[in-house]
Structure formats: structure tokens, C-alpha cells
């Protein structure tokens, strides 16, 4: 009762100051210069993909298909966190307001619940493509993959709503700096003079449902290809299906190993420089190799880019 009065007798903040990956002048100038070509090539692979896969018949295919869902997901996801990345390396601490702050940090939770469910709907995809071949045709049909996609979407729009409404809601009194390079769930929970007990169950309840329980799926579609490669008759054949697993399966790695570190239990993360460099990795360096893992060394992709440059 009494931290309830104190609180309502403090003002409440209305901007916050992100102090950017990098508080050193001498080391601004240098990130700044590699993050822009980081993600002017992120831009640019994403959106080759895209052209790819809606101008080539041949990769009108589901793989394709929720890879080119893929690659507009990252071009908006490096479109929200990469630019005040940018601004703190190039003019040093940055000041957001609130109401920024809090559109920053929705479409960012949307995003990354989205992408969790792609990559899930991708595996599976591959699940069914070398477990159940005779069967892809019909499990994976047009309405299908346009269920999972939309479902994908929707279901981070839906999240992001309760979650970033919850987080929104509390207050904030002072302290107001931030350690992150972008309104990131953790250091907003660790600035509220208010509980954040319903903040943390939501949080809790949404990672549980998102996080878990897309890499529960994702991890049972490639324990079932890799009992069933295992029982394939040749190494041939053994290796061509490893080789249409193996890309995914690195990017699943990075991203939920990065992400569940940080976000199963987000306000009693203490190093944050930790968890800044766990960002870099999956808000920077997934979305530039992911178009180099999953399609650029694809011999269909390969394909559609020479006839592409060919036309031109």
C-alpha cells in the first residue's frame, strides 16, 4: 500500500534513453559502418528471395513458399531494431518516448513470435517431405500452407498485443536508461517500480506456448527424419536429405538457443552486455545468413537467380 502511494506520487517517465550497443567513440564509427552494410545486404538477399520465388513457376513449391514468408519477416524484423541500433552508434545514447518505445517493442514481440512459428511450420514441411512423401501432395496443399502462414502472422499479432498491453501498462518512475539497443522486454521489466507478477506470468505463459512449443515441434519433426534417414537404403540417398535438413536445422539452433537464454526468464537477466550480444545475433546476424543458408546454395534457386540476371 505504501509503494502504491509513493508511486502514484512520482512522476511518470515518458521517454526512455537507449544507450546502444557501444558507449565508446572510437568503437561507434567502425560498428556503425559494418551494422548499415549488415543490414542494407540483409535488405537486399530478403527481398532477391522474394523476387525469386514470386517471379520463378518452379519455386511456386511450400518450401519456397514459407521461405519467401520468411524473408519478408526478416526485412521488417531488421527494419524495427536495426535503425535505433544505428542511431546510438552514430549520435551515442539515444532518447525514445514512450509511446515509440512501446510500437518498437510490439512489432518486435510479433515478429519473433511469428518467426517461431514459421521455422516450426518449415520443419514440419521437411518432415513431411522425406517421412511421408507419398502423402505431401495432400498434407501440404496450397490452403494448407496458407493456413500455416496466416495462422503464423495473426497468432504473433495476438500475442504482441497482451504481452507489450501487460508491459505498457505498468509504470515506469525513474530510473529511465536503457541498456539494450532497442525497447526490449527484459530491461522494461527491470525499470518498473510497480509488480510486474501478471507482466511475468503473461511472459510466461506466451514463452511456454511460442517458444517451447515450437521447438517441441520443430524437434520431433527432426528426431522422426532422423530415424528416417537412418533407415534409408543407400548413403546416397541418406545425404540428399540430410542436405535438405541440415540448413534449417543450424538456423533453428542459433535462434531458439539465443532467444530461450534471454526470454524464459526475462527480468532476471543480470548481464545485460550478454544480452546485447544475443540480440546482435538474432536481430542482425540470423537475418543475413539465413538467405545464404537456406537458398543462395540451393540448385533451384540457383537456377531462377541466372535466369533472373539473364533477362535482365
Known amino acids: 500500500m505504501e509503494r502504491s502511494l509513493a508511486v502514484g506520487n512520482v512522476t511518470r517517465v515518458q521517454e526512455f534513453v537507449l544507450l546502444g550497443l557501444s558507449t565508446r567513440p572510437e568503437v561507434r564509427d567502425v560498428l556503425f559502418a559494418v551494422f548499415l552494410t549488415l543490414y542494407l545486404l540483409t535488405l537486399l538477399e530478403n527481398s532477391l528471395i522474394v523476387l525469386l520465388v514470386c517471379r520463378h513457376s518452379e519455386l511456386h513449391k511450400p518450401m519456397y513458399f514459407f521461405l519467401g514468408n520468411l ?30 518505445c512501446m510500437t518498437q517493442l510490439f512489432f518486435f514481440i510479433s515478429l519473433i513470435c511469428t518467426e517461431c512459428t514459421l521455422l516450426a511450420s518449415m520443419a514440419y514441411d521437411r518432415y513431411v517431405a522425406i517421412c511421408r512423401p507419398l502423402h505431401y501432395p495432400l498434407l501440404m496443399r496450397p490452403q494448407v500452407c496458407l493456413g500455416l502462414a496466416v ?38 521489466l527491470n525499470l518498473s517500480c510497480t509488480h510486474v507478477a501478471l507482466t511475468e506470468l503473461v511472459d510466461f505463459i506466451s514463452a511456454i506456448i ?22 534409408m537404403p543407400s548413403a ?16 533453428v539452433g542459433v535462434f531458439y538457443s539465443a532467444a530461450l537464454f534471454i526470454y524464459c526468464r526475462p527480468s532476471r537477466i543480470r548481464s545485460m552486455d550478454l544480452n546485447k550480444v544475443l540480440s546482435v545475433i538474432y536481430t542482425v546476424a540470423t537475418p543475413v545468413c539465413n538467405p545464404v543458408i537456406y537458398c543462395l546454395r540451393n540448385r533451384e534457386v540457383h537456377v531462377a537467380l541466372r535466369r533472373t540476371l539473364h533477362w535482365s
Open 71 to 100: 524473408s519478408c519477416l526478416e526485412m521488417c524484423y531488421v527494419s524495427v531494431t536495426t535503425p535505433s541500433l544505428l542511431a546510438g552508434l552514430r549520435t551515442g545514447p539515444c532518447r525514445v518516448p514512450f509511446t515509440a
Open 151 to 188: 495462422t503464423s502472422w495473426l497468432g504473433g499479432l495476438l500475442v504482441s498485443v497482451a504481452k507489450t498491453t501487460c508491459i505498457a501498462s505498468l509504470s515506469y518512475c525513474g530510473p529511465n536508461v536503457l541498456n539494450q539497443f532497442f525497447c526490449d522486454v527484459s530491461p522494461l
Open 210 to 231: 511460442i517458444f517451447c512449443g515450437t521447438l517441441l515441434v520443430a524437434l520431433a519433426s527432426y528426431s522422426a527424419i532422423g530415424v528416417s534417414v537412418l533407415h
Open 236 to 251: 546416397a540417398a541418406q545425404r540428399k536429405a540430410f542436405s535438405t535438413c541440415a540448413s534449417h536445422l543450424v538456423v
